[in-house]
């Protein structure tokens, strides 16, 4: 099977399902029209994986985890250095069929997704062989010691806003931690996850380590959560579908990583830069067409600032460069799907039902450049903090804002969601930051810049965001099982029963 999509020195993006090592069709022969979210047209017709397909691959895993679980960490770590290198080697391939397959600027898949992909490999490259375990100070006479053994065969689940990146932050840490894994990309943007896999192949995995298998989740995905010999799903997605989640892998208790929805606040107080808090909050919002967990999509105001913010801001907005991801100097692209700008724009309307004033865009960009695309445009909503555009996540370039009073109502508005993810704040002063940063629930705050992330520092939520963390030594605990070891170091210590 090839693909359409055009590639340097004639190559084709391999469009099969990953399984023990070999490309493959899927067993009933079915595929996935992936398109270009820029013009509709066709980039490659995707193996389907089912549930039948997902077996397959748990087999595979299972069957390598043995050799890959007892491989030397260091070496394990070596081949994800490798595969690092192999990301970087093929870097403006992989932008451009990231950019093709999402609709990211190609400045952002070539400046930012692709280069984080090798990073958080490499991340956890390193770590392979530095993840260390303990020895507990018990009574004197016995020796505990705690080893960290993987889990097994592990489930991933990856959406569609951040493919390439997202792909790296979940085999990093499982395969740096000795686990063999099921991946399942999201059924519109399998491309680049496929072709890691192959570059997996390239350097050196053993075969069955990393199997990838594109699926709708009503099929693959549910077939992965139920799986009674996969030993931990991880998740990144909408809240809705984390609930079915986790609740499905009950079924043989499996451990759960559930990285949700979000609706990041973002507050400028009256002392802050306006310049960068205003710059700082594009960003936050309009960055990857606000199809970001953590986007700052609800800025709150303290009063004294609002309009003058404001004025910028709206000013800063309309200068976006809206337009083919391509175009080098293209700021905001396509959404990812037209499904998914649908429900955007649903929410533009729902705005507008609710009484919020849109001062900014509310609908997609007239113009024969954008005809056949999922484009809108950037959206700026004033809507109060109780409406329903300020509470639920429209992950589009859509931001509220509404204003404060002091201190005190802006952490109670930032804290009045299901959500718990990321949130920002821009000021001078450093004891407000500190005691906001304190009182906003969040799993990750950011104090004068906004959407900071690293491979050492750990990325999750609270609430209806998920639980657990990626990234960093937690990703490494949360895919590792301590095994509490008890030796009797002392041959006079009587057993507790004796005669
Ligand atoms: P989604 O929940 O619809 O799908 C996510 C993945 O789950 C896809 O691969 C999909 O095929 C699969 N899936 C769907 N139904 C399933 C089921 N019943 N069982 C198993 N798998 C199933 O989300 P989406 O629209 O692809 O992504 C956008 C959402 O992801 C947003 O809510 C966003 O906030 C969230 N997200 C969270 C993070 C984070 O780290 N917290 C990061 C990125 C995106």
């Known amino acids: ?14 469009n099969q399902l990953y399984i023990d090592g070999a490309f493959v069709d899927a067993l009933d022969g079915r595929t996935i029209d992936v398109r270009d979210p820029h013009d509709g047209s066709l980039l490659a017709a995707v193996a389907l994986a089912g549930a039948a397909d997902v077996d397959r691959a748990v087999r595979a895993a299972q069957a390598a985890l043995p050799g ?97 990146m997202f792909t790296s932050w979940k085999l990093g840490p499982a395969l740096a931690a000795g686990n063999t894994v099921v991946l399942k990309p999201s059924e519109i943007t399998p491309l680049s ?26 099929e693959a995905g549910e077939r992965i959560v139920q799986h009674p010999d996969i030993g931990k799903v991880s998740f990144t997605g909408s809240t809705a579908v984390g609930k079915r989640v986790l609740a499905g892998a009950a079924s043989n208790l499996k451990r759960v990583g559930l990285e949700l929805g979000g609706k990041g606040a973002n507050i400028v107080y009256d002392d802050a830069d306006l310049d960068r808090a205003v710059g700082g909050s594009l960003f936050a919002i309009f960055h990857n067409q606000g199809q970001a967990c953590i986007a700052g999509s609800r800025l709150i105001l303290q009063e004294r600032i609002a ?36 429900r955007v724009l649903a929410y533009c309307a729902v705005a507008r039902e609710e009484g919020g004033e849109i001062v900014l865009g509310g609908k997609a960009p007239a113009g024969d450049a954008f005809a056949n695309g999922c484009y809108v445009e950037p959206t700026v909503v004033r809507a109060r903090p109780t409406d329903r555009v300020a509470q639920e996540e429209v992950f589009g370039p859509f931001v509220s804002f509404t204003t404060f009073a002091d201190d005190a109502q802006a952490i109670a508005i930032a804290n009045a969601t299901q959500y718990g993810l990321g949130g920002g704040l821009w000021t001078r002063d450093l004891s ?44 490494m605990r949360q895919y590792t099982e301590p095994k509490a070891v008890w030796i009797n170091v002392d041959a006079d210590i009587p057993p507790f029963y004796k005669r």
């Open 1 to 14: 099977m090839t693909s359409v999509l055009a590639r340097p020195a004639n190559r084709r993006a391999p």
């Open 193 to 218: 996850a496929l072709r890691i896999a192959e570059l997996m192949a390239d350097v050196g995995f053993p075969k069955g380590v990393v199997n990838v298998v594109p699926g709708y989740g009503s």
């Open 307 to 342: 309009d003058a913010f404001m004025e910028k801001f709206i000013a800063f907005a309309k200068t976006i460069r809206l337009g083919d991801p391509l175009d080098a100097h293209t700021e905001m692209g396509p959404l990812t799907s037209p499904l998914h700008r649908d």
């Open 68 to 164: 890959w679980s007892r491989t030397p960490p260091g070496e394990r770590g070596r081949l994800l250095l490798k595969l690092a290198d192999a990301i970087e080697a093929n870097a403006d391939e992989l932008a451009m069929l990231e950019t093709r397959n999402t609709g990211h600027p190609i400045r952002d898949s070539r400046g930012l997704d692709v280069p984080r992909t090798a990073a958080t490999f490499r991340y956890f490259g390193g770590m392979a062989d530095k993840f260390e375990g303990s020895v507990i100070p018990v009574e004197p006479g016995f020796l505990d010691y705690v080893v960290h053994e993987p889990i097994g065969v592990v489930g991933q689940i990856v959406p569609w806003n951040f493919p390439i």
């Open 432 to 475: 407000r930051a500190h005691k906001a940063a304190a009182a906003i629930r969040s799993g990750m705050l950011w104090i004068n810049c906004y959407k900071r992330v690293h491979p050492g520092s750990p990325f999750g939520g609270m609430g209806a965001s998920g639980h657990g963390r990626e990234m960093g030594f937690e990703a």
